[in-house]
């Protein structure tokens, strides 16, 4: 049961996120953590940023933005006023109210969870912690990771965890370049290890947010509902994407399929086939899953099986390429293709662990000639090699090229255009469904 100390303590810190005159700090300054330190500030809280990158903090002090899901002139406005700060020094976390992590959590080479980020951020919040603060994590990962790794790391701080400071986890739910749903607007699901630690984290969320704050039991309910989200997209892009292959065998559009399925109100949600998965969640947070249930013995056959299915799609765009090269009388070897969109997602200029990069290194691997044209991404790097953009998608380019593969569907590439020069198109995205000479296209 709180005692009145405690209480006293919560509405303290409640009645300072209420006045806006909590210090609010954001770990990791990424796709998720600038835009959640810029809704903070934006909401009149004094934010510091801090990140390992001393390039990103200096674009931060200059009020130069770096994410697509940024306002420019919002950046430029909460620096300017002094409400956003950056740093690299951790020591300004001593100024801090609430501090939220957000870093990567990516998969090592042998495809299991790599918390080395979580681990040094909490690390370097230890020596400046202070009672009555709250951490919460925000980065995706598997279930037990607040209580079981980052809750003992911040307790050799000497404070803790529910009576002298306050620990939560919510996970982060952008969505780059959805137009509808941003970090404001985007209900927010909390678990604290206490009750008292939940009601401080949805207290946070909901002095800076426009959306619903949804409180749960622990943080391993939050982690898990974040596996959830993600698997289930997955599980259902495996599934399109093992029919798609099945319905080019039987001679059938899958696309119009796709179509006529979702004509049904109740039911039915679309997804669509593709090259494969890209983004830092979909392709990767179901292995956090897999790799947590071995330690119970269990084997996630389902989504295990989805993930075969959606990590082979790339080498099988490549096989589909070969075969449309060969009805052209054309080897793989020798010939000349152009990938349209190197992006994982249409739109925006976001590439990690992007299908179409990979989609490239199989085709390369048959000894093509591949050059890409991407109006977001002027160039990449993958493996230790760097990749330049055409500068302009131009007929001399599209007709020097035996085969044309559209990898990403970006509204501002004229694809009535690419269709009257292309000699061969495959359209892995159904970007061209709207075009109705299509002599030269074959869909995925």
């Not at 090592?108 to 009672?131: F, G, L, N, R, W």
Request: aromatic share 8%.
């Amino acid at each position: 049961m709180i005692n009145l100390k405690e209480k006293q303590v919560i509405n303290n810190l409640k009645e300072k996120l209420i006045n806006k005159t909590a210090t609010l700090g954001v770990v990791g300054l990424g796709y998720v953590g600038l835009p959640l330190a810029v809704e903070k500030a934006k909401a009149g809280f004094k934010t510091i940023g801090f990140d390992v990158q001393e390039s990103k903090v200096e674009m931060v002090k200059l009020g130069e933005n770096y994410i697509g899901d940024v306002v420019n002139e919002d950046l430029a406005a909460i620096v300017k006023s002094g409400l956003l700060s950056a740093t690299t020094n951790f020591d300004q976390v001593a100024k801090a109210d609430c501090v939220c992590i957000c870093v990567p959590t990516p998969l090592d080479e042998h495809q299991q969870p790599d918390t080395s980020y979580i681990e040094a951020s909490a690390k370097s919040i230890v020596p400046y912690m202070h009672k009555d603060m709250l951490i919460v994590l925000e980065s995706t990962t598997y279930p037990g990771t607040t209580e079981e790794l980052l809750k003992p790391i911040l307790e050799t701080s000497g404070l803790k965890c529910g009576e002298d400071f306050f620990l939560a986890f919510s996970p982060e739910r952008v969505d780059p370049g959805n137009l509808i749903y941003k970090t404001k607007n985007t209900p927010k699901v909390v678990g604290g290890i206490t009750p008292q630690c939940t009601e401080v984290g949805a207290a946070l969320y909901e002095s800076i947010l426009e959306a619903p704050i949804h409180k749960v039991s622990s943080p391993a309910i939050a982690e898990m509902e974040k596996i959830l989200e993600n698997t289930y997209r997955n599980i259902n892009i495996g599934l399109v994407n093992e029919l798609a292959i099945l319905s080019n065998k039987m001679g059938i559009n899958f696309w119009e399929v796709i179509d006529a399925a979702k004509s049904k109100p109740y039911g039915f949600q679309a997804f669509y086939p593709g090259p494969g998965l890209g983004g830092h969640c979909i392709p990767l947070d179901p292995y956090y899953l897999s790799w947590k249930a071995r330690e119970y013995g269990f084997h996630t056959s389902m989504i295990e099986s989805s993930m075969m299915v959606n990590d082979r799609m790339p080498e099988y765009c490549a096989e589909r390429a070969s075969k449309i090269l060969n009805r052209h009388k054309k080897a793989m070897n020798g010939s000349r293709v152009l990938v349209l969109g190197v992006t994982y997602k249409q739109d925006m200029a976001d590439y990690r662990e992007s299908p179409a990069i990979r989609v490239i290194e199989q085709i390369e691997k048959e000894g093509a000639e591949v050059v890409y044209y991407d109006p977001y991404v002027q160039k990449y790097r993958e493996r230790g090699n760097v990749k330049h953009s055409e500068s302009e998608l131009t007929a001399n380019l599209i007709e020097g090229s035996d085969l044309i593969i559209v990898t990403a569907a970006h509204t501002n590439v004229d694809y009535s255009f690419v269709q009257q020069h292309a000699k061969a198109i495959f359209d892995t995205k159904n970007a061209m469904k709207d075009l109705k000479n299509r002599e030269n296209i074959e869909l995925l």
